[in-house]
């Protein structure tokens, strides 16, 4: 950490800052400039507390130097993750596509549109049996059922499964039924729930808050991995501005930030970020050509009648078309599909 | 809701969506413009499916009429509501102050903190005993023994209480010890913690998310009035936008937005939306000005060595001497205090 | 138009504003829900001012039903429009690379990055004379001698040329040596500036704002164009969010949803909006493969010495590099380039 | 500067930059911790060009430990600038109120607002004769017509005058008939039009541009100023964020940061950033209990006729109630009104 201390800090006000920072076993280096000294701080900072030394005298600004995830961090684990889903795999050789409704609605309609992602070169069955819905009036899923639904679908399709978590006993009853765990945008921060899916053993997609930052986001997969679960994936979902001609932004430049920053594999999710089916195949196509490792998209057999986020669903014959499309673009960048 | 048609659509896409919303037993009300034709939908839009109708060929958009929220609805309770607190009470008539440390620390800090900010007006004890921290490697709070604390230095002062809870665990020990629960930022939209707010029986107050719309935010409420427990106080602190002058930005102007919109309680917190103690004196003073039923304020005995939010939390002689400064201001505004 | 009224507003209210819209010479239509009345307002609703109508008692919200912008709209000029800028042109046919450094230096550099964008695939040299910089203390262009020096580079390679303007002077001078003009994006709702660089008779590159709205956007478009010039090519260049990691958000999404909107050519910035030069061929070939008719990317022959914008910048090896591997992907798109 | 290395950079890197610097004729201070040396920069770095030293290998980033604005700075000017405009003073000691409508309509209309806004206690006429709109078919302005109406109410009344420019032909206009010109939001960085305000000798009062920081703000007020005008003042008008229940979010605490920062008197304007009358009076007492100079806000004699921005202007009435209510507030901070 670098301290920056106000220009033309009094003498007395520097030694202080030196004095509390060696006090908790760490060493010092002064610069002094024309008008400002820095303090370089050499060890541990965590033993200093959070930023305590904005209340110094004279103390400008506080400059980090190092991240504060570790396990998540490229530095530390310079080659690229592979995570084991099922029978698939996510990763730098795959463009892994999870498809699948918002919420599972029923058996039959589950199975319909396994069978039908799976034809189109899905590898992974999604769908919603905890829903998180802005408003409690809103259709809330069909809890342990709809977990089971997924298993019947992945069984019978050969399909590997994901749903959302959104609690300790769906975290407990997902590891019954489903393949790989997903944190919601709305759950990131929810440290409690972060932790639990690192204890449960299962793959995580942590889906990126709806106002996260990069590093927090990474700091939230480090929740996971340091409870000895380092199979986690990211999802871009989308970030919220103030444009409303799209649901949320998609940050398509998340990807080769994040390339730079952590060994995690990648997952773009252009229906929820763009909330329009107009707008997924292009978002799709470009997330495949900045090198994203998959893509989750939702699929619905009717989206005028889905109980949730029907504007944003593909149609089956959307999604085949897609898919279609995408294979020349996982050929330029030497991905499987 | 109210169904915009693309301009000059088609007869026959008109009618497909007059058709599917009166199968839904709801009646429809057209009105052809030059360009536009709108179509009035009369009765529960539940019915319909989320948004479902963006589907049908020619929809242009969907608008609302009514807002999602009732239960926290000024529309159907027009008087500004009460929450009893301990022995204190939250609403029109009292300006009222939360205050404490950021984290409970030990015992001893705590009792000191009490001490002061009684003293100086407080009427609640506010004090983290489960941390939610960006990096697993931050100090993440005393949990149950931090209630624990906060139950004594209540009692030894005759404060009321207010604990953060992040989990069903963490509420049910809650129950035992404080006064008013706290659902805190990032768990704004975590709707199951909501639900087991509604549920604990204890008040709760809920700030509002990073990045929640105030619509958003208020139907995060009515998920804990709908379990039965209307005692909800509402908690500005600040959104995220690009400015990085401050920590977050607060809005202020979600205050009298909020007295349009409900009649719950509003407090405000100038600390953790400011990031800076510089900044607390002049932005509490104009959540005063602008009506807010409260204020939140971070204190600390020695913020310089607080193990979390130092730089933003008063001393003893801050805190004091700004209760006195926001006197006069209570009485323009006649509040109690 | 269409005009929400408050729930269970008063029979006088709706009679005042029936009576204030008729008076206009606009025709109204009621449709009266269980607990909302709506009214349609049909005719020119610029006859009413703006939004005034939600002074009247108990109006709740108005409701535009058509855009603003007419000669932008793809709803009047269904076909995407081709723009022809020196012996280039900018349409659904071609994928146009804009080349060439953030600031002209000197002659001789200029010439020297213009063959090398030249031989590498570019077709438009872009350099800019007139910089706005954020600090009055930062180099601010070579102004008029820039302009030469772009003509100079333009004839000797038969690159087509463009430069940014930032007042009616710079657009006077523009016209004498170059191609195209640009409009900035910190100019982009200059309405001044627009309407003058309407009348110059140049095609405009415009930049969307970094704050701007897609409908801004599009109505400062027809600002140029109701002077005359059809000749607009929109340039997405990233929007300000809370994100720190890049300089900007690239809002890649504008692209679809532009598609929808209007006929008008749009190109990408992928090295404004990043900010960092190993972020833009990633972000180029998301771009190219979500169907952009272009792309504008800085090149320096020298990027740790240049007067601005240098860590942008790619060297000349990083853009050949990049158009290499763009070819398959505009094959794909079905692209000339 | 500090320049921050990559965790266990290279000698070899690190002896490049460090060379790089010292050519330039800036010392260097190095100083290694256990995995990150980091380069203290002394001496005057805009001998460095921007930001370039970013494409050295192995530079992590780049932090500033001074400001680029310093005739803004409080730094070299600590004691708080009080501006005259025609009659009257914007500064420590008084409270300062702008008042008028949006757009100068008529003259018999500015006339009969001029009379009331200064009845009611406001020093300073505003009013728009130069109209910077989204869409080129809204209501532009009466130009120079709408600043002679402005003179004769200013004459009429004792108020000093405010209009916007847009133009240097607006400037050259404003000379000849008002006492202050204002540069609105969406010109905050419109720079050539900043340097024509500079010289023009009028006081200026610069708006916040709608996503502008707070240091981008002081830096187009070092634009002005570096011209030999120090007569700016600053004014918080909203920022743009993602809510959308106001107009914009108006940022309070803009003006405790900016006290910090600069000796610049600081007005808010409630109008245009809630964009409803309603949220005028709470916010304008807001900003005067965080010690703003002034207020600036909309009043009109018939808002739901002004031909723009009737939402939110104030009608004589509430106008009149609103500085009534405002007097003890005033009181409170010690400002004459």
């Known amino acids: 950490m670098i301290i920056v201390m106000k220009p033309n800090a009094a003498e007395a006000s520097i030694n202080a800052v030196v004095s509390f920072v060696q006090e908790k076993g760490l060493q010092t280096h002064l610069s002094k400039g024309d008008e400002v000294t820095i303090i370089g701080v050499i060890g541990n900072k965590s033993k200093l507390g959070d930023e305590a030394l904005l209340r110094f005298p004279e103390v400008a600004k506080l400059v980090p130097v190092t991240e504060s995830y570790k396990l998540a961090n490229k530095q530390f684990h310079p080659d690229p993750s592979t995570v084991k889903v099922g029978n698939t795999e996510i990763g730098p050789n795959n463009l892994t596509i999870m498809a699948g409704p ?8 589950l199975m319909v549109i396994a069978k039908a992602v799976k034809e189109a070169g899905a590898t992974i069955l999604r769908g919603g049996a905890y ?12 809890e342990e059922d709809g977990l089971k639904y997924m298993q019947e679908a992945g069984q019978a399709t050969g399909l590997a499964t994901i749903c959302e978590v959104v609690s300790l006993d769906a975290i407990n009853a997902a590891v019954k039924y489903v393949d790989m765990i997903q944190i919601g945008a709305r759950n990131m921060q929810n440290f409690y729930l972060l932790k639990e899916a690192g204890k449960s053993g299962l793959p995580v997609l942590l889906k990126r808050g709806l106002c996260a930052t990069i590093d927090e986001w990474l700091n939230a997969a480090e929740y996971i991995i340091a409870e000895g679960n380092p199979n986690v994936v990211l999802c871009e979902r989308g970030i919220r501005t103030y444009e409303t001609a799209t649901r949320n932004t998609l940050d398509l430049s998340a990807v080769p930030v994040l390339r730079e920053k952590t060994h995690l594999p990648i997952i773009v999710d252009p229906s929820h970020s763009t909330g329009n089916y107009l707008y ?3 978002m799709a196509k470009a997330a495949v050509a900045c090198n994203a490792d998959g893509l989750m998209i939702e699929v619905h057999n009717d989206p005028a009648h889905a109980l949730s986020d029907g504007p944003q669903s593909l149609t089956f014959d959307n999604f085949s078309k897609l898919t279609k499309e995408l294979r020349p673009f996982t050929q330029i960048v030497g991905r499987k599909f």
Chains 1, 2, 3, 4 share one sequence.
């Open 102 to 109: 918002c919420a599972v609605e029923t058996n039959d309609q």
């Open 131 to 142: 829903k998180p819905r802005t408003s409690p009036y809103s259709f809330q899923g069909l």
């Open 280 to 282: 997924v195949p292009p």
